[in-house]
């Protein structure tokens, strides 16, 4: 699996929204850009995954960069339920195990 | 039922103890994940259930750790003669695709987290 690099914290105004960065430099051809978050004392959730277009669900919105060597999770007005580890991880479709590294722990502040 | 189903949801034990976790995943959801999570780390794959075949056991740390699905729904992550460094956060997902890009979307269930004395 593609290795990602993400910040290991970031904060965030609440009600401003957050830009979360991921790079995955050595990304395949195949392999798809997935979104989790954990919240404190919960399973990971899904948020959003993408190809290479540009996506947006109800909960988010995920920019890839043409060569697909990054990417960013946008949360366009956070809020303080935000607040969680956000992991990006690259993984070919199909069933596969995702592999998550140690993400990006995202504090919404009031 | 709505989402996937872990108990216990806490379960201490003592070192050399055999250990039962169980999963009840979503109805319908024919792949199931067992993953591990110590404190301030992500999850650690273990196991990928495609119906009641193992298809992935991978990640299972040494023979101690064994998974069933028998009858292709809920599993049971069954640790033998357990030791202190197993104690974590054990949790389980199902996805309803097996194939394409939605086969990775996954539902955790909350985690059943053990503690070995």
């Known amino acids: 699996d593609a290795k990602t690099t993400q910040p290991p914290s970031m904060d965030c105004a609440e009600g401003r929204a957050a830009n979360l960065p991921c790079n995955h430099s050595t990304i395949s051809g195949n392999e798809y850009v997935y979104w989790y978050r954990q919240i404190h004392s919960q399973g990971p959730q899904y948020i959003i995954h993408?190809?290479?277009n540009n996506e947006t669900n109800e909960m988010a919105s995920l920019i890839i960069t043409e060569d697909r060597k990054s990417s960013t999770l946008i949360l366009p007005h956070a809020t303080l339920r935000d607040t969680a580890v956000y992991y990006c991880?690259?993984?070919?479709?199909?069933?596969?195990?995702?592999?998550f590294g140690a993400g990006t722990i995202l504090r919404v502040k009031s | 039922g709505a989402g996937v189903s872990q108990t216990p949801s806490n379960k201490v034990t003592e070192k050399g103890k055999y250990v039962e976790l169980r999963c009840d995943p979503i109805?319908?959801?024919?792949?199931l994940y067992w993953y591990r999570q110590s404190l301030g780390q992500g999850p650690e794959f273990l196991i990928y259930?495609?119906?009641?075949?193992?298809?992935?056991d991978s990640g299972l740390p040494n023979d101690r750790f064994f998974a069933v699905r028998p009858e292709g729904s809920v599993s049971t992550l069954k640790i033998q003669r357990t030791e202190r460094g197993d104690s974590a956060m054990y949790l389980c997902a199902s996805s309803f695709m097996s194939s394409g890009a939605g086969a990775n979307v996954l539902t955790f269930g909350a985690g059943s987290r053990l503690t070995v004395l």
């Open positions: 991880i690259v993984t070919p479709r199909g069933g596969n195990k995702l592999v």
């Open positions: 993408g190809l290479k």
């Open positions: 259930f495609q119906g009641t075949g193992a298809a992935d």
């Open positions: 109805s319908g959801h024919t792949a």
